[in-house]
Each structure stands twice: as structure tokens, then as C-alpha cells.
């Protein structure tokens, strides 16, 4: 059964000098010959072709009249309207956007800020190419020049609405219990070599040590649901920031001195004793080679088997917590058989100096012989076997050591926060100049990740096999399309059908949110 098409007449000159005139019709881009009609020389005759070639257009016509039904007659008049600028790209708005909504963020009457959001979910990029999309998919136009003056301004007047709404939503989601944080810092790089007031070269745990950073500071509740963030030169040193951070997000959401867990990056004795002064309690992870000989000794006169856990005094209110995992004893020595392995095919190829001799990584184990021979100190190495497997906790609590333990692990939420943040959501690298617009582009980062941590919530409760990577992929190609009645007039949207994963994914969205 043929469905209408256009017909139309062309006229095709030949070789011969003569013209053919056929019916053709096009479809997906390709034309089909329905009948050449016949061919002439004379402009007479080429006219008389014309007139039967409309004929037999008006013949195969009604031939297609007497097979297709009225309703069918409709439907292939109403397709005949549609054009590109019918079907929109309509899945950000409907998974992302129902989240935002939900969290709050509905609250903030921006609607660029919205876009921006929703954007950096669903198609992380550039500024210049989320317009872009915006146009291409949304039928949202939006001027790059617009976004730049909305960045500007941005930090200053959204950033604390943005942190009140998240704490908010966390708050809800932990059922008013925020008794224990996580704070851990990250540094993110740019693309432009200069420096500024914010931009600085420092110590990169990116590896990019020549491009100029900033340092973020995250804290987080149990399950990696977000509180606060804040914003540090690239060269400031991440121990001096927990203090003034907690004390500005306690006083800023009111926070009744949680426990505050942090990794051995944010552990010195100004941290623990500020924490201790200000009446925290805390779980920071311990380095402990670093430890006084006494404790060490401690420590390493134990016999451990797999969990086991001790505990040593250290002051009359800090306690150390040591624990044994086999995994982890496989791991650490894995990973000091490979640094030894780098450092003697460096020593081979001869590319190690005096000036590598330091405490940095697994330079440790390199020494001097004379004035100008490099070795490596195969002593040292097979001494600090004895560590493999061993990790510490300085705590202040009057938790169990178990409870410590379990404390700690959670801090792999945060350490999750900013991977998704650098990966999936494409923070880094930062190609934004003016200190404004940087915050700018955390403030939205920021938000970003509440709805996807949200959206990673929803999966789990509904046993969901979609990941978050793998959700973001499948609303590209969740479509709307705007049509008119013919005898209405009136113009109607539906959501196209979707496959399976997308039909789950819409069904958990309606269902939680």
C-alpha cells in the first residue's frame, strides 16, 4: 500500500538533445521515478508531456484514494507539516529538570541558571557549545555575550541561595541527622598559563603542577549528599582551610558540631589542636610512619590477621586506631614493587640526579654513594614491608574502633563527589579567565551534582541497572513533537515513544520525584 507522496514533473535533458519529462516523487532524500511520460525535441510537444504528466499525477492519485483510509489520509497530511523545528530533544528537561524542581532549585527565578544547569548534566560543555544546544535541541536562543553578564553576577547573588537549598534537601534526605561531615579539597586546573590573585601554580592532585589552579573545599553528609562548598587560592595549603571552612558552614546552617572526618591531607597538630579548641570531634586519617618511635614500636610489635584492629593512647583525649586488611597489604606492596621497578629503569637510563633524592613518593628509597652514584637503598625498601596492609585513624570521639572504621570508609563519598564532578560533569579543566565567572562555574558545577547525587539515589532505591552515565546518554534522544490539527487548528505536544531503558528511566523519575 503506498502512503501520499508530492508528486512532481521533472523535465530531463538527454544526450540526444531531446528532453524526457517523468513523474517522480522524493523520499528520505532520494527521488523515484513513478513514469517517465515520454520525451521531445519541440517546446510544443514538451508542453503536451507536461499536460499528460499532470494527468497521470491526478491518475495515480486517486489509484492511492481507493487503498488509503481517511484516517491514514489524516495522519500522512499532518506528517506532510512537520518540519525539523517540530521535534525537540526533550529528556534533560523531563529527568534533569523534575529533579531540579524537586530539590528546589525551581525557587531560584533565573531561567538561564536553569539552562545552564541542565546543560552541563546532560551535555557537559563549553559555554559557546551549550548555546548550541541549546538552539539545536532545546529551541532555546541564548546569547553568549548574555551568559557572560548572567556569570558575572551570578556568585554573588545565587551562591548562598544555592548552598540553603542543597543543605536543605540533605538535611530531608538524612532525616535531620547531620551528626557526622566529610571536608576533603581538590584542585582544578586551567588551560591558560597565567596566573592572578585566585589562579595560582601549586601542588596539583590533577598532576598538572605548570597549569595555574584553584583549590575547592567540599563537605558532605553521610552518603556524599552535599552541604557546602568553598573556593581557595591555588597555592594555599589544604590544612589551613578546615577551620574556617567548618566555622563558616556551621554558623551558615546552624550545625550542632558533627564529627568531622577527614583524610591525612587536613592532619598537623594546628588542625588537631584548633578542632579540639573549638570543641569538635574528629576522625582524620593518621600517616603512620610519621609517628613518634614509640607508637610505632607499638603499633608493629602486634601480630594481625585480616581486621584486626587496635587502639593506642596518644594524649589524654586522642586515641589512635590501627587496622590489618590482606587486601590492602596486597595492594601496598603491589604498589611499592612497581615504584621500585620505575626507579631502577630510571637508574639504568641514568635520568635520576642528586635532586631526586627526597621523601616524595617512592624516591624515598633512593640514596648516595659518593658524590655523583645513585642507588637504591634495598634495605629500606624491604623494611617498610612491615607497614603493608596497616592504616590509622586519630580520633577524638568515644566511638568504638569499628564505629571509627565505618566512619571513614564514608569519606570515599566525597573523594566520588569530585571524580563525578571531574568526569562526568566535566568541571575541569576551567577555561574562564575572570575570578566571577570561575565561581560562576562552580556554583552551577555545583548544582549539577546535587541532581545527579539525587539521580544516583533514585537508581538505587528502584534497583535500577541504569548508571548515571549511562541515564545522561538516554535523555539525547528522548523527543517531544509539536503538531497542528488540520481542522482545529489548535497546536498539540507528545513525548515520541521510547525504548525500554528510556521508559525505565522516565517511570523511576515520575515515581520518586
Known amino acids: 500500500m503506498q502512503n501520499f ?61 481507493l487503498f488509503v483510509s481517511k484516517e491514514d489520509y489524516l495522519a500522512d497530511s499532518l506528517v506532510e507539516t512537520l518540519s525539523n523545528s517540530s521535534i525537540r530533544t526533550l529528556g534533560p528537561e523531563i529527568i534533569f529538570g523534575k529533579i531540579y524542581d524537586f530539590i528546589g532549585f525551581g525557587r531560584i527565578n533565573e531561567d538561564m541558571f536553569r539552562h545552564l544547569v541542565i546543560s552541563r548534566i546532560a551535555f557537559p560543555l563549553s559555554k559557546l557549545k551549550t548555546i548550541d544546544y541549546l538552539y539545536r535541541y532545546q529551541g532555546v536562543m541564548l546569547d553568549i555575550d548574555a551568559i557572560y553578564r548572567f556569570l558575572d553576577k551570578l556568585n554573588n547573588t545565587l551562591k548562598e541561595q544555592v548552598e540553603q537549598i542543597a543543605f536543605a534537601h540533605t538535611l530531608r534526605v538524612l532525616r535531620g541527622n547531620i551528626s557526622v561531615v566529610f571536608y576533603d579539597m581538590t584542585t582544578l586546573y586551567f588551560e591558560a598559563s597565567d596566573e592572578d590573585d585566585l589562579r595560582r601554580t601549586g601542588f596539583s592532585k590533577d598532576g598538572k603542577h605548570s597549569n595555574p589552579q584553584i583549590f575547592i573545599g567540599l563537605l558532605v553528609g553521610l552518603g556524599g549528599y552535599a552541604i557546602g562548598y568553598d573556593i581557595y587560592e591555588g597555592n594555599t595549603y589544604e590544612g589551613h582551610t578546615l577551620i574556617p571552612f567548618l566555622e563558616k558552614i556551621s554558623k551558615k546552617f546552624n550545625l550542632n558540631k558533627p564529627v568531622v572526618v577527614a583524610d591525612a591531607g587536613l592532619l598537623s597538630n594546628s588542625n588537631i589542636k584548633a578542632l579540639e579548641e573549638k570543641q569538635y570531634e574528629y576522625i582524620i586519617g593518621a600517616r603512620l610512619k610519621n609517628e613518634p618511635d614509640k607508637i610505632k614500636e607499638q603499633i608493629l610489635k602486634n601480630k594481625y590477621i585480616d581486621g584486626s584492629t587496635i587502639s593506642i593512647k596518644k594524649s589524654t583525649a586522642t586515641r589512635l586506631v590501627v587496622n590489618y586488611s590482606n587486601t590492602r597489604a596486597s595492594k601496598d606492596e603491589y604498589n611499592r614493587q612497581r615504584g621500585l621497578h620505575r626507579l631502577e629503569k630510571l637508574i639504568m637510563a641514568g635520568k635520576l640526579t642528586k635532586s631526586n633524592i627526597n621523601n616524595k613518593g617512592y ?21 617498610d614491608n612491615q607497614w603493608d596492609g596497616l592504616k590509622g585513624y586519630i580520633t577524638n570521639t568515644k566511638l568504638s574502633n569499628n564505629e571509627v572504621l565505618e566512619n571513614y570508609k564514608n569519606l570515599w563519598h566525597i573523594e566520588k563527589a569530585f571524580r563525578m564532578s571531574k568526569t562526568d560533569l566535566r568541571i575541569r579543566p576551567i577555561y574562564h579567565r575572570l575570578r566571577n565567572r570561575i565561581e560562576a562555574h562552580i556554583c552551577i558545577s555545583f548544582t549539577a551534582y546535587c541532581i545527579y547525587k539525587e539521580l544516583e539515589r533514585a537508581l538505587y532505591v528502584e534497583k535500577s541497572t541504569l548508571s548515571l552515565k549511562k541515564a545522561a546518554e538516554l535523555t539525547h534522544n528522548m523527543y517531544q513533537i509539536t503538531y497542528t490539527l488540520p481542522d482545529s487548528k489548535t497546536s498539540k505536544n507528545r513525548l515520541l515513544k521510547m525504548d525500554d531503558e528510556q521508559a525505565e528511566l522516565y517511570q523511576i523519575i515520575n515515581k520518586n520525584f
Open 5 to 65: 507522496k508530492k508528486m512532481y514533473i521533472r523535465k530531463l535533458k538527454n544526450r540526444s538533445g531531446s528532453t524526457s519529462v517523468q513523474v517522480i516523487s522524493k523520499i528520505y532524500g532520494k527521488y523515484k521515478v513513478h513514469k517517465t511520460i515520454g520525451s521531445a525535441t519541440t517546446q510544443q510537444k514538451i508542453d503536451e508531456l507536461i499536460i499528460l504528466a499532470k494527468q497521470e499525477i491526478k491518475n495515480i492519485k486517486k489509484q492511492q484514494e
Open 363 to 383: 624516591n624515598k628509597y633512593l640514596k648516595m654513594i659518593g658524590d655523583v652514584k645513585i642507588e637504591i637503598d634495598y634495605e629500606k625498601y624491604s623494611n
